[in-house]
């Protein structure tokens, strides 16, 4: 069965940090390009970071310098540090997994950042 599931969600205040992981099952991870996207209330779903089989990452320019996305083939996830969190990155962050025509997505994890 093919799954992804995110976890490390949570509330933290301004300036804190979180880190989010996604697990993968039933997919040749290192084949797929990982992303994390996020949706807050009343918007559209968003790219946040992406990271290549060969480990090429990109981001939104909002996150710049402050978000990391990595991966660890051997464990079949990728995580997402993100460090000075801002009001405005509050929402639902999804993993996505894209191979080809194949396009997986987790369930999503909540982050609030809130004082």
């Known amino acids: 069965q093919v799954q992804l599931v995110e976890s490390g969600g949570g509330l933290v205040q301004p300036g804190g940090s979180l880190r989010l992981s996604c697990a993968a099952s039933?997919?040749?991870?290192?084949?797929?390009?990982m992303g994390w996207y996020r949706q807050a209330p009343g918007e559209q779903r968003e790219l946040v970071a992406t990271?290549?089989?060969?480990?090429?990452?990109s981001y939104t320019d909002s996150v710049k310098g402050r978000f990391t996305i990595s991966r660890d083939n051997a464990k079949s996830t990728v995580y997402l540090q993100m460090n000075g969190l801002k009001p405005e990155d509050t929402a639902v962050y999804y993993c996505?997994?894209?191979?080809?025509?194949?396009?997986?997505w987790g369930q999503g994890t909540q982050v609030a950042v809130s004082s």
């Open positions: 039933g997919i040749t991870f290192g084949w797929y390009t």
């Open positions: 996505n997994a894209k191979w080809l025509q194949n396009d997986v």
């Open positions: 990271i290549s089989r060969s480990g090429s990452t």
